[in-house]
């Protein structure tokens, strides 16, 4: 069974760290229980930071490292250093937009995507956020969140374009392999001008050398990414990969090693019988011609 959170790290450096503190706890051979008795601290708020749901302090990590017998200097400092750069993680350019965000748990999937190194994106029905043109992410906001008022609309159109300045632009971009249904190219999402924009769009993202875009196209049937979309996000180490699934009212991240590997293999499988990037961007200018008509 898949391993399902609903309640997102909000930063790559938090899930490190909670996964640091959980191993070094294991191996001290310690349960919770007898660590919150021997520091006093409230059992259930130490849970909570093995999970990556809540932060902590320099001062409850050092008695942490204590507890479990860690006195070596660099150790020491490498579990500090998380917990530092958790803090400097808290206060993101997408504070400011957090009352239209919180909702769909977008704001935790877009601290994941900031720490990001790397993404694979398979979508069957939509162009990927970070590949939007302006009008068509406003278009597709106010279809798909119908209860959000003009203003709240807007703000999540500003909060796409500074996603995609920060993680594809820049000294050191993040790598974006997406890859596309044909039904994401020839569903009209706003007029026919829009998708003439948006298609123009995909063609020249796909030249940059950290992005490549590929087409399923309908000739090829049936294939193994009819489940639904899926982002797998990638970490620099000692971070592993994550699975993003993304649902109307509860999205959540799948880490577990059989997940990530079968999604991984899901995506390797898409990447192999799509068209390749050239091909690709030649049936987006043949479908661009067609909506010229």
């Given at each position: 069974?898949?391993?399902?959170?609903?309640?997102?790290?909000?930063s790559?450096y938090?899930?490190?760290?909670?996964?640091?503190?959980?191993?070094?706890?294991?191996?001290?051979?310690?349960?919770l229980?007898?660590?919150?008795?021997?520091?006093?601290?409230?059992?259930?708020?130490?849970?909570?930071?093995?999970?990556?749901?809540r932060?902590?302090?320099?001062v409850?990590v050092?008695?942490?490292l204590?507890?479990?017998?860690?006195?070596?200097?660099?150790?020491r400092?490498?579990?500090?250093?998380?917990?530092r750069?958790?803090?400097?993680?808290?206060?993101?350019?997408?504070?400011?937009?957090?009352?239209?965000?919180?909702?769909?748990?977008?704001?935790g999937?877009?601290?994941?995507?900031?720490?990001?190194?790397?993404?694979?994106?398979?979508?069957?029905?939509?162009?990927?956020?970070?590949?939007?043109?302006?009008?068509?992410?406003?278009?597709?906001?106010?279809?798909?969140?119908?209860?959000?008022?003009p203003?709240q609309?807007e703000?999540?159109?500003?909060?796409?374009?500074?996603r995609?300045k920060?993680?594809?632009?820049?000294?050191?971009?993040?790598k974006?392999?997406?890859?596309?249904?044909?039904?994401?190219?020839?569903?009209?999402?706003?007029?026919?001008?829009?998708?003439?924009?948006q298609?123009?769009r995909?063609?020249e993202?796909?030249?940059?050398?950290?992005?490549?875009?590929q087409?399923l196209?309908?000739?090829?049937?049936?294939h193994?990414?009819?489940?639904?979309?899926?982002v797998?996000?990638?970490?620099?180490?000692?971070a592993?990969p994550l699975?993003?699934?993304?649902?109307?009212?509860?999205?959540?991240?799948?880490?577990?090693d059989?997940?990530?590997?079968n999604?991984t293999d899901t995506?390797?499988?898409?990447?192999?019988?799509?068209?390749?990037?050239?091909?690709?961007?030649?049936?987006?200018?043949?479908?661009?011609?067609?909506?010229e008509r």
């Amino acid at each position: 069974m898949a391993l399902k959170r609903t309640v997102v790290p909000q930063s790559v450096y938090r899930r490190q760290l909670a996964a640091r503190l959980r191993e070094l706890r294991e191996e001290a051979c310690l349960t919770l229980a007898e660590v919150a008795d021997r520091i006093e601290v409230n059992q259930g708020s130490l849970s909570r930071i093995e999970t990556g749901e809540r932060g902590t302090t320099p001062v409850l990590v050092r008695a942490l490292l204590d507890c479990y017998g860690i006195h070596d200097g660099p150790q020491r400092d490498d579990v500090l250093d998380l917990v530092r750069a958790d803090k400097e993680q808290q206060k993101p350019w997408w504070r400011k937009y957090s009352t239209v965000l919180t909702a769909t748990r977008y704001d935790g999937y877009i601290a994941l995507e900031a720490g990001a190194t790397a993404l694979a994106s398979y979508q069957p029905m939509l162009v990927p956020g970070l590949l939007q043109t302006e009008d068509y992410a406003r278009a597709v906001i106010a279809r798909m969140r119908m209860e959000l008022t003009p203003a709240q609309v807007e703000s999540l159109v500003k909060v796409r374009l500074e996603r995609q300045k920060s993680r594809l632009d820049g000294e050191q971009p993040a790598k974006l392999w997406a890859i596309l249904d044909e039904a994401v190219l020839r569903r009209s999402v706003g007029s026919l001008a829009v998708m003439r924009d948006q298609l123009a769009r995909l063609a020249e993202v796909g030249e940059q050398p950290n992005i490549n875009v590929q087409l399923l196209p309908f000739t090829l049937g049936a294939h193994p990414g009819l489940y639904g979309p899926f982002v797998i996000l990638s970490f620099p180490p000692p971070a592993t990969p994550l699975v993003w699934l993304e649902n109307p009212k509860n999205s959540v991240y799948l880490e577990s090693d059989a997940d990530v590997e079968n999604y991984t293999d899901t995506f390797n499988q898409l990447r192999a019988c799509a068209l390749g990037p050239s091909e690709t961007r030649a049936r987006m200018a043949q479908i661009a011609k067609e909506l010229e008509r």
